[in-house]
Antibody, heavy 123, light 107 residues
Framework: EVQLLESGGGLVQPGGSLRLSCAAS????????MNWVRQAPGKGLEWVSS????????FYSDSVKGRFAISRDNSQNTLYLQMNSLRAEDTAVYFC????????????????WGQGTLVTVSS | DIQMTQSPSTLSAFVGDRVTITCRAS??????VAWFQQKPGKAPKVLIY???TLQGGVPSRFSGSGSGTEFTLTISSLQPDDFATYYC?????????FGQGTRLEIK
């Protein structure tokens, strides 16, 4: 069974940093693109970042570019999101999600998703 | 960036009704669309990908259609478990974008 388990969320002050992790199991992690999606309280889904299976190609939304960094450790089956210079508007539940369907990097629809981890940016 | 305009934002319907949700893309995206269902406090669950392919395990009352710039999700006969929020996603190109969501309510 494919499982994704996020961790690392919490309360952080504006300007602070946090690193999220997503532990994956049940599939060959290195062969799938992976993604981060967030959802602010009471709001819709917002794509944050994606990374190809090999880790060399990364993509970011304009709202986090230059502040967030996605990475992966294929030997540990773990996806990361390093979040720096955090702002109040980054407050959200952060989900990791695997590329759906067959392994690969393209046609990157999201399935399955983890349960999410809450990040609160507040003083 | 490709914008996904989803409508309606809220939909009230009875159990047994047929409902349709629409997403319009700001430029052609072939069939690179997925549809998700989300219930409060839960992660989204994929229903449809490649515009019209039903994900395994999803009831056949859900269907998707469209290509290019206009896409629809149809639920043929609403069941009590279907009252939730629905999102479209375009994955034809980065940045990936989602529609604003449709909240489906019981009338």
């Amino acid at each position: 069974e494919v499982q994704l388990l996020e961790s690392g969320g919490g309360l952080v002050q504006p300007g602070g940093s946090l690193r999220l992790s997503c532990a994956a199991s049940g599939f060959t992690f290195s062969t799938y693109a992976m993604n981060w999606v967030r959802q602010a309280p009471g709001k819709g889904l917002e794509w944050v970042s994606s990374i190809h299976g090999g880790g060399t190609n990364t993509f970011y939304s304009d709202s986090v570019k230059g502040r967030f960094a996605i990475s992966r450790d294929n030997s540990q089956n773990t996806l990361y999101l390093q979040m720096n210079s955090l702002r109040a508007e980054d407050t959200a539940v952060y989900f990791c999600a695997r590329k759906g369907g067959d392994s690969g990097d393209y046609y990157n629809w999201f399935d399955p998703w983890g349960q999410g981890t809450l990040v609160t940016v507040s003083s | 960036d490709i914008q996904m305009t989803q409508s309606p934002s809220t939909l009230s319907a009875f159990v047994g009704d047929r409902v349709t949700i629409t997403c319009r893309a700001s430029q052609s995206i072939s069939t690179g669309v997925a549809w998700f269902q989300q219930k409060p406090g839960k992660a989204p669950k994929v229903l449809i990908y490649k515009a019209s392919t039903l994900q395994g395990g999803v009831p056949s009352r859900f269907s998707g259609s469209g290509s290019g710039t206009e896409f629809t999700l149809t639920i043929s006969s609403l069941q009590p478990d279907d009252f939730a929020t629905y999102y479209c996603q375009q994955y034809n190109s980065y940045p990936v974008t989602f529609g604003q969501g449709t909240r489906l309510e019981i009338k």
